[in-house]
């Protein structure tokens, strides 16, 4: 069987089904980080990847490139309610590639690196035969009481995204913000029952995020925050929004509006649904799969 025949969520379950972990996993595959007991502390791993030709265009800029690789893997400590600590990079790329590339690769890594606290403290290269290939590995800390995982939204629960959805190949793709304070501040002031970042677009993420939670859910698809010039099957559909999801129990949703304005003028926070005891796909159009 292929993999462009089962799709991506499939696959990843296909490879992790066997995995055995001791007493110290907390967290294992299928939430935005794997969570790991070290000593006293709670350590999230995370690992993601850029590839040329995927997630970026030979014409595109390498120091925006270096920017992107890293605020992804950091955009994935948010989801937990975590902060990042170091990270260690793979690139594998051509011998026929100038040095200035590598170099301006990691002027964007470095720059996003001194804006959220990331060391970079390592990393390997190797040649590639083809496209570029970029690996970021990146630890974080986070507190047993803000620790928010996908799968602890309950029927009820108040949807709400940051920001604004869809048209993220214009551009914005490359130049994100993580949504790292916003997550900090939400897990000290609130207790947030589920969250994820939108890396596919809410029409896989949100799925995902209710299925680990054993949830359906339900969208006011007119609230839907679009980007200028977006349709709500963008909003849905086009991915790369990297802007947080997540559910808390009707009680505190509005309370937690008016603070967000005072604390985030900027940035809009919206509540676009809930979770509901009805399953089922409500959702016509999916968000990316990497394999179909
Ligand atoms: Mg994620």
Partial sequence: MKLKEIGEDAVVEAITRELRFDGRVEVGPGDDCALVRFGQNLQLLKTDCVVEGVHFLLETSA???GW??????????AAMGGDPLDA????????DRELAWLTDLYAGLNQA????????????TSRSPGP?????ALTGKVEKERLVVRSGGKIGDRLYVTGRLGGSLR??????EPRLAESRWLTENFRLHAMIDLSDGLGSDLPRLAKASGTGFEIDFSALPKNEGCSVEQALADGEDYELLFAVSDDVGAKLEQDWKKAFPELPLTR?????????DLL????YDHFQ
């Avoid at 016509?284 to 968000?287: C, E, F, L, N």
């Fill in 284 to 287: 016509s159009k999916p968000g």
């Fill in 132 to 136: 570029v290939f970029i690996s970021v």
């Fill in 113 to 124: 690196a001194a804006n959220y606290g990331v060391n970079l403290v390592g990393g390997e």
């Fill in 88 to 95: 260690v990079i793979t690139v594998a790329i051509s011998p």
């Fill in 63 to 65: 120091r925006a490139v």
């Fill in 68 to 77: 992107k690789a890293l605020c992804r893997a950091i955009s994935d400590i």
């Fill in 272 to 280: 676009i649904g809930r979770l509901t005891e009805q399953k089922g």
């Fill in 171 to 176: 551009g914005k793709h490359l130049s994100f």
